[in-house]
């Protein structure tokens, strides 16, 4: 039985883009992301962390500020 994977599988990475370093910077967390909106109600699913991992892998980290992530 073949088995669909949630995060997809990036192909090809040349360079962080602006929309991944966003992503990248939200620590890939999709709550509050402007693309939330554009993904809802549709049977695709946002690829973009799975293209944020890729990018980590095979260039590195950007060189970025991350945002504090505060819990209460």
């Known amino acids: ?6 995060m997809g599988r990036a192909v090809a990475v040349r360079r962080w883009t602006n929309t991944a370093l966003e992503c990248y910077k939200r620590g890939c967390v999709c709550e509050g992301c402007f693309y939330t909106d ?3 109600g549709s049977s695709q699913k946002c ?12 260039l590195g980290k950007p060189d970025v500020e991350l945002q504090q992530m505060l819990s209460e």
Not at 1 to 6: G, H, I, T
């Open 47 to 58: 690829q973009m962390k799975a293209s944020v991992l890729e990018l980590v892998r095979v």
């Open 1 to 6: 039985m073949l088995r669909s994977r949630d």
């Open 38 to 40: 554009f993904f809802n």
